[in-house]
């Protein structure tokens, strides 16, 4: 019981589910297995150490709280985000889950598995343009073209934490700010 982070992080902040590179991992998208436990909350919480265990919680505002599920992890309960979901917080907060890059692998490994149309559904209902302008252009990257989600008015990063530098597409008003070779290292297709 107190070997299993996922449950044990439900435990620590109400309500809260596990998320960014914690779910990304859980559902086989990133062989990066995280050293902290990424757990979305609508409260602040400063970061826990629990025995070996690390959490961080991120912060969301209660509208952008949905889209987790109660698993059985080890015939422990615990809540996380469903595959869409993970996919959605990771690409509106790609700093907890080991940035863009991994983001875009993730996304290509769980269009196996999830619909285009929920991804769209999640990202529209997050209210946040700018993660619409992501999730768009990786989206039509990986070839899976897509209509209906709310993209941002003006110029976003693709990257937010850097620098507004590389080519801009305009149909997902996007600085392309990650160089193809290390968003795409297998190519892209």
């Given at each position: ?64 709280f949905f889209g987790y599920r109660r ?88 990257d937010p934490g850097r620098p507004r530098t ?24």
């Amino acid at each position: 019981m107190l070997s299993n982070p996922f449950f044990i992080a439900s435990h620590l902040v109400t309500p809260a589910y596990a998320s960014f590179r914690s779910a990304l991992h859980f559902y086989g998208f990133t062989e990066q297995v995280p050293l902290t436990t990424f757990v979305a909350t609508t409260k602040k919480k400063r970061p826990v150490t629990f025995r070996d265990f690390r959490f961080r919680f991120v912060t969301l505002k209660p509208q952008k709280f949905f889209g987790y599920r109660r698993e059985m992890m080890d015939d422990l309960p615990v809540l996380i985000a469903d595959e869409a979901k993970a996919i959605v917080d990771s690409l509106h907060q790609p700093r907890h889950a080991g940035g863009i890059a991994e983001v875009a692998k993730s996304l290509r490994a769980a269009l196996e598995v999830v619909d285009v149309s929920t991804l769209v559904e999640y990202a529209n209902r997050m209210g946040d343009k700018s993660l619409g302008s992501r999730l768009g252009y990786l989206l039509e990257a990986l070839g899976h073209p897509v209509e209906g989600l709310i993209r941002s008015a003006g110029p976003v990063k693709l990257d937010p934490g850097r620098p507004r530098t590389g080519p801009y597409e305009g149909r997902w008003r996007v600085w392309v700010n990650v160089p193809s070779a290390e968003l795409w290292p297998e190519g892209v297709g």
